[in-house]
C-alpha cells in the first residue's frame, strides 16, 4: 500500500529518496511527497498522481553534503489524494510519514484542540501530537517515545524534526518498517528494493519497536528498554527486480513462472515423495482438518488448494476469504491447521485472521513469498513459495507457486496412504510442470489477435469445475484488475441456476474445458450457453465445434498440468486486452500491491 523511505547521510539525498519511491511504486499509490532537513533548512515538495510529476516539481533541489530526508508514496485510506493530503505531513518545525491507520485520531485531534489541522488524514496528529509533547518534555525522545505510546492502530513512521535536525524519528507497529546501514549512513524503507545496492546490513523492525537514527547510530527502545538488534546482510539482487526487456512487469513475470517453479519444487519433490522440511510429524499431530484463510488471487489459490487436499489427503478443508472470516464469529476447533497464504506477507486482514487463529491455540501455516514479513513472523511454520519479487500488482508468480506449495503439501500428506501409482503420477505430474507454464511465442501471439475481440461486450463469465473453478475465479480476477472489464468467476454447473439469464452474443464466456477432468460435465455446462448464443472462447485440448473461439492448450495426462496452461493463457489473454484498452498493466487504477489496511 503506501510506501516509506529514509536517509541519513552525505549522499544526494534527492536521488536517493525518489529512487526509492519509483521503487515502491508497484504497490499502487495516489500521491507522493519528500521531505529534507539540510543545514537547519526544511524543504518539502508534495504531488498528487504519478511520480514524475514530484520529480518535475523538485527538480530544480539540489541536495548535497549531509542531511536527513524521508520520502513517502500515499494510497488515500482517510481523505482524498491531494497535495494537502500526500506526506509528509507538517507541523510547526517537523514532518512525518506514516504507513496504517491511525484508529484514535478523532480523539487525538480534540485533544489538540489548539493545534491547526491543514489536512483530512490521520497521519497529520502524529506531527502535532509529538510537538505538544515536545513543548512540555523539552527532550525529543521523550516527546517521541510518548506519542507512540499514544497511537492506537497501525503504523510505520518515520519523523524529521528541526529540534533535532540530525536526526530520523521511527517507529513501528503492524505496517512493515526496516531499517539499513552501511558505515555511517542510515536508510529506511517499507520494502527490501529500495535499499538494495545502499544498505549493507538490515533489521526488520518488530511490532512496538521505535527508536531514533543518526549519523552512525541507530537506537532501538521497545517501551523504554533500549534493546540491541542484530543486522543481517541484505542479498537481494537488484537486477532479479528490473523488467528485462518486456513491456511490463506483469508480462515479465508471466514468463518467469516456468522458471520459478522449479526453485518452488527444489529439494521439495523428491523421486519417490514430496520433503517439506518446514513440516514434521510432531506439528501435524493430531489434525484432523484444515482450514486456509487468504484475500484476492491468494484466496483462489486457496481454493484450489482445498479441493486437492480433500482429493489426495482425504482431509476436510476449506477456504476462506480472511475479510469475512474475521467478522463472523468462526468456530475454531483445536484440531484444525490454519494455513494463511499470502504474496506480501502483510495483507491486513490474513494478518488478522492468523492472529484469532493464533490466539485460539490453533496450528498455523504461512504460505508467502516474502520472507520476514508480518505473517511469516508470526506463523508457527512457513512454506516460502520463492517467486522471487513480484513487482506487478496482478498477481501471477505467485499464484501458480502458491499452488505448486499447496500441491505438494496435499500430497505430502497423502502420501503414506497413497497408492504408489497414484504417488508416482502426481510426482512424474509436478516435474512437468515447467513445461506446462512455459509460454510458446505462437500461444502469446494467438492470444494477442484474440484479444482485439474482447474489448466490449457486457460482460465475462469464466467457468470452470472443481479446481477449474477457483482458476477460473482467478482468470475473472486478473481480467477485471487490469482490463477493467466486468468479469465474474463462476461455477460452471450453477449457471443454470441464475446467470444463463444473462446469456446473449455480448456475453463472453471463457470456458475452462480440461479433458482430464470432468469433460463431459463443464462440456454441457458450455453447451446450455452456446444454445443461448453467448460468445462462447473454449480453453481447452479437445476441439469444441460450438466454440466461437478455441485457444489449444497440450494433451496432458494430468488435470494439474492443463490447469497451469490455463493459468497461463488467461493471464496473457488479461494483460493483452489490458494494453489494447490502454491500460497500465502493472499499476492498475484504484488497487496497491499490498492491502495494509482492511
Ligand atoms: O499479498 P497477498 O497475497 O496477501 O494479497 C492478497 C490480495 O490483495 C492480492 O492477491 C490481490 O487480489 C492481487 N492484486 C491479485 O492480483
Known amino acids: 500500500m503506501c510506501g516509506i523511505v529514509g536517509y541519513i547521510g552525505e549522499r544526494d539525498i534527492k536521488k536517493f529518496l525518489l529512487e526509492g519511491l519509483k521503487e515502491l511504486e508497484y504497490r499502487g ?334 496450528k498455523t501455516l504461512a504460505i508467502c513469498n516474502v520472507d520476514n514479513s508480518s505473517i511469516v513472523r508470526l506463523a508457527d511454520r512457513t512454506i516460502l513459495t520463492r517467486a522471487g519479487i513480484e513487482k506487478g500488482v496482478a498477481s501471477t508468480k505467485a499464484f501458480t507457486t502458491q499452488v505448486m506449495v499447496l500441491w505438494m503439501l496435499a500430497l505430502y500428506l497423502a502420501q503414506e496412504n497413497l497408492k504408489k501409482e497414484l504417488k508416482e503420477n502426481e510426482l512424474k505430474a509436478m516435474t512437468k510442470t515447467p513445461l506446462a507454464l512455459k509460454v510458446s511465442t505462437s500461444l502469446h501471439e494467438r492470444i494477442k489477435r484474440l484479444s482485439k475481440r474482447y474489448l466490449h461486450g457486457h460482460g465475462f463469465f469464466f467457468i470452470g469445475r472443481d479446481i477449474f473453478y477457483p482458476l477460473a475465479l482467478e482468470g475473472a480476477l486478473k481480467l477485471k484488475e487490469i482490463s477493467y472489464l466486468h468479469a465474474e468467476g463462476y461455477p460452471a454447473g450453477e449457471m443454470k441456476h441464475g446467470p444463463i439469464a444473462l446469456a446473449d452474443p455480448e456475453l463472453f464466456t471463457i470456458a475452462l474445458m480440461p479433458k482430464n477432468l470432468l469433460y463431459e460435465k463443464i462440456k454441457s455446462n458450455v453447451e446450455e450457453l452456446s444454445a443461448r448464443d453467448s460468445t462462447i472462447c473454449a480453453i481447452s485440448p479437445v476441439e469444441f465445434e460450438l466454440a466461437d473461439d478455441f485457444i489449444k492448450v497440450n494433451n496432458a495426462t494430468h488435470y494439474m498440468l492443463e490447469y497451469y496452461e490455463m493459468a497461463v493463457v488467461m493471464q496473457l489473454l488479461a494483460m493483452e486486452i489490458a494494453i489494447r484498452l490502454g491500460n497500465d498493466v502493472d499499476m492498475p487504477r484504484n488497487l496497491a500491491k499490498s492491502v495494509t489496511v482492511e
Not at 48 to 60: H, R, T
Not at 87 to 106: A, R
Not at 122 to 141: A, C, R, S, Y
Not at 186 to 205: M, N, Q, R
Open 29 to 362: 499509490y495516489d500521491s507522493a511527497g519528500i521531505a529534507i532537513l539540510q543545514e537547519g533548512k526544511l524543504l518539502i515538495f508534495k504531488a498528487v498522481g504519478k511520480l514524475e510529476n514530484l520529480i518535475q516539481k523538485a527538480k530544480d533541489l539540489k541536495t548535497e553534503g549531509f542531511g536527513v530526508g524521508i520520502g513517502h508514496t500515499r494510497w488515500a485510506t482517510h481523505g482524498k489524494p491531494t497535495e494537502l493530503n500526500a506526506h509528509p505531513q507538517m507541523g510547526e518545525f517537523s514532518y512525518v510519514v506514516h504507513n496504517g491507520i491511525i484508529e484514535n485520531f478523532k480523539e487525538i485531534k480534540s485533544f489538540l484542540k489548539e493545534k491547526q489541522f491543514l489536512s483530512q488524514t490521520d497521519t497529520e496528529v502524529i506531527v502535532h501530537l509529538f510537538e505538544k509533547n515536545l513543548e512540555e518534555l523539552g527532550n525529543p525522545k521523550e516527546a517521541f517515545k510518548r506519542t507512540v505510546k499514544t497511537l492506537k492502530g497501525a503504523y510505520a513512521i518515520l519523523l524529521i524534526t528541526k529540534a533535532d535536525p540530525n536526526s530520523i524519528y521511527f517507529a513501528k507497529k503492524g505496517s512493515p518498517l526496516i531499517v539499513g546501514r552501511d558505515k555511517d549512513e542510515v536508510f529506511f524503507s517499507s520494502s527490501d528494493s529500495p535499499l538494495i545496492g545502499y544498505a549493507k546490513e538490515v533489521y526488520y523492525l518488530e511490532d512496538g519497536e521505535w527508536g531514533v537514527a543518526s549519523k552512525g547510530k541507530i537506537e532501538i527502545f521497545e517501551g523504554s528498554k533500549r534493546v540491541e538488534r542484530e543486522f543481517k546482510p541484505l542479498t537481494i539482487n537488484k537486477e532479479l527486480a528490473q523488467k528485462g526487456g518486456y513491456r511490463f512487469f506483469m508480462e515479465k513475470e508471466i514468463y518467469e513462472q516456468s522458471d520459478v517453479i522449479i526453485d518452488t519444487m527444489m529439494g521439495r519433490v523428491k523421486e519417490d515423495r514430496i520433503e517439506l522440511e518446514e513440516l514434521d510429524k510432531e506439528f501435524l499431530e493430531g489434525v484432523e482438518n484444515i482450514k486456509i484463510c487468504a484475500c484476492g488471487t491468494s484466496y483462489n489459490a486457496g481454493l484450489t488448494g482445498a479441493y486437492l487436499i480433500e482429493k489426495l489427503a482425504k482431509i476436510p478443508a476449506n477456504a476462506e476469504i480472511a475479510s469475512e472470516f474475521r467478522y463472523k464469529e468462526p468456530v475454531l476447533l483445536n484440531n484444525t491447521l490454519f494455513i494463511v497464504i499470502s504474496q506480501s506477507g502483510e495483507t491486513a486482514d490474513t494478518l488478522e485472521a492468523l492472529k484469532m487463529a493464533k490466539s485460539e491455540g490453533l
